[in-house]
């Protein structure tokens, strides 16, 4: 009886040893499914342009900058200079005659002055600019003319010496007194007779 009784107990352990007992399927969720880089798309505006071979960039980086646009100075200078008018001076003219082999010390040449200048102040500044020796006496209304290239007062008798005329009449006072006007016309003159000229 006994035997009987632990051989059907080992029977059952046994069977109930190979009975295989099936496990429920579970199911998993996932909140944050995990993306590979390759897979995540970049944002607009974070795209990086595409780079350049390195052979065009070194050509590019060896290029050099084209050279600035420079104008023909000459020419601009001489369009500018013909464009602007030329500025207007009053001017006189001057001529110095001697005698002899000094009958034209300086034909008649146009010169710049200034208002208020005198014939004293044209002939010392036209005969400084051309070299010609000059000797005066006196001072401003009184200056008197002693000799001119040399050639002086007495040199020729008692009474050579020089004159001036301005638009061929013979003023009678000094050179250094008589202001001129724009356009007069000087001549400074060597006589050997007071009564040479109509003064």
């Known amino acids: 009886m006994k035997r009987s ?97 000094k009958a034209e010390i300086l034909p008649q040449t146009q010169t710049p002055f200034a208002e208020g200048d005198t014939v004293f102040d044209v002939l010392f500044k036209i005969t400084k600019e051309n070299s010609i020796q000059a000797e005066f006496v006196g001072s401003k209304k009184s200056i008197y003319i002693k000799g001119i290239d040399n050639l002086y007062e007495f040199d020729n008798g008692g009474q050579s010496g020089w004159v001036y005329s301005v638009n061929g009449e013979f003023p009678k006072k000094s050179c250094g007194a008589y202001i001129l006007k724009k356009d007069d016309i000087i001549a400074i003159l060597y006589t050997t007779s007071q009564g040479e000229f109509d003064l």
């Open 5 to 101: 009784f632990f051989g059907l107990l080992i029977l059952l352990l046994l069977c109930g040893c190979g009975v295989k007992q099936e496990q429920p399927e579970t199911l998993t969720i996932v909140d944050n499914p995990v993306v590979s880089e390759s897979e995540v798309l970049p944002e607009q505006g974070d795209t990086e342009p595409p780079l350049q071979p390195e052979n065009e960039v070194k050509e590019q980086a060896e290029k050099p900058a084209p050279p600035p646009i420079q104008k023909d100075l000459p020419a601009e200078a001489e369009r500018l200079q013909r464009e602007t008018p030329p500025i207007a001076e009053d001017t006189v003219k001057i001529s110095i005659k001697g005698i002899g082999d």
